[in-house]
Nanobody
Framework: RVQLVESGGGSVQAGGSLRLSCAASEYAPRSNCMGWFRQAPGKGREGVARIYPGDDRTYYADSVKGRFTISHDNAKNTINLVLNSLKPEDTAMYFC??????????????????????WGQGTQVTVSS
């Protein structure tokens, strides 16, 4: 059974940093696009960043470009997201996602949620002003 387990969320002040990790069990991140989404209270789930471990192709939402960095560690089978220069509007539940194929990582804009095959349970990020 595929499982995605996030860790690393927490509470920080504006301008601070956090590092989120997503551990994938019984899954080969190299063969599919992986990513992070977030959902703030009362809002829809939005894509934050994606990475295709096969060639390190990445995508970032405009709202986080230059501040967040997505990476993968094949040895540990993890997908990581470093959040720098955090803002109060970054406050949300962050979810790790494994897409159904690699092609979501070759799309240069937002992708539909139904292209995700598996979701993690989420980790909370709270940024105070």
């Amino acid at each position: 059974r595929v499982q995605l387990v996030e860790s690393g969320g927490g509470s920080v002040q504006a301008g601070g940093s956090l590092r989120l990790s997503c551990a994938a069990s019984e899954y080969a991140p190299r063969s599919n696009c992986m990513g992070w989404f977030r959902q703030a209270p009362g809002k829809g789930r939005e894509g934050v960043a994606r990475i295709y471990p096969g060639d390190d192709r990445t995508y970032y939402a405009d709202s986080v470009k230059g501040r967040f960095t997505i990476s993968h560690d094949n040895a540990k089978n993890t997908i990581n997201l470093v959040l720098n220069s955090l803002k109060p509007e970054d406050t949300a539940m962050y979810f790790c996602a494994a897409f159904k194929d690699r092609y979501a990582c070759y799309q240069g804009d937002a992708v539909a949620l139904d292209r995700v095959a598996y979701w993690g349970q989420g980790t909370q990020v709270t940024v105070s002003s």
